[in-house]
């Protein structure tokens, strides 16, 4: 079964300038924004700029040059709010939910980089 990408998603209308993010950065291939409802002092979302709609989709689907920047992405998100452990930071939790069972919200592929706190256990049992 092919992977099917909505158009009308709310980070495609993001992406096309339609409705507004508050930007933390931009690469060519991937753009990151403040999530609109954080779960952590700081909450950023990363999302590639292709149409791509879970991580398993862009993993296999996306060129070799988005999945670089992407990846690329990311280590700068960490860099610019500090919390590289290596660097003297204090760490960060990276989540990528996909589909029916991981509760995904918005079907346009995000990593969620979320720091400022301990973040507790790493997978909580549904309400
Ligand atoms: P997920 O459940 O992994 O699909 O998460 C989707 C995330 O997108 C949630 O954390 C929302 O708070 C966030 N979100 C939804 N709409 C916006 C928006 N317009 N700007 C920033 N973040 C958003």
């Given at each position: 079964?092919?992977?099917?990408?909505?158009?009308?998603?709310?980070?495609?209308?993001?992406?096309?300038?339609?409705?507004?993010?508050?930007?933390?950065?931009?690469?060519?291939?991937?753009?990151?924004?403040?999530d609109?409802?954080?779960q952590?002092?700081s909450h950023?979302?990363?999302?590639?700029?292709?149409?791509?709609?879970?991580?398993?989709?862009?993993?296999l689907?996306?060129s070799?040059?988005?999945r670089?920047?992407?990846v690329?992405?990311?280590?700068?998100?960490?860099?610019?709010?500090?919390?590289?452990?290596?660097?003297?930071?204090r760490g960060?939790?990276?989540?990528?939910?996909?589909?029916?069972?991981?509760?995904?919200?918005?079907?346009h592929l995000?990593v969620h980089?979320?720091?400022?706190?301990?973040?507790?256990?790493?997978?909580?049992?549904?309400?």
């Amino acid at each position: 079964m092919a992977y099917t990408y909505d158009p009308n998603n709310i980070f495609a209308k993001i992406l096309r300038g339609e409705i507004p993010c508050n930007k933390l950065l931009e690469t060519e291939h991937s753009l990151a924004f403040h999530d609109i409802r954080p779960q952590a002092p700081s909450h950023v979302l990363v999302i590639p700029k292709g149409p791509y709609v879970t991580f398993d989709h862009f993993a296999l689907e996306a060129s070799d040059a988005e999945r670089a920047d992407f990846v690329a992405a990311i280590g700068q998100v960490c860099k610019a709010l500090g919390i590289q452990p290596g660097e003297g930071g204090r760490g960060y939790r990276a989540i990528s939910n996909a589909g029916d069972d991981g509760v995904q919200e918005v079907p346009h592929l995000h990593v969620h980089i979320l720091s400022g706190r301990s973040l507790g256990r790493m997978v909580g049992r549904p309400d």
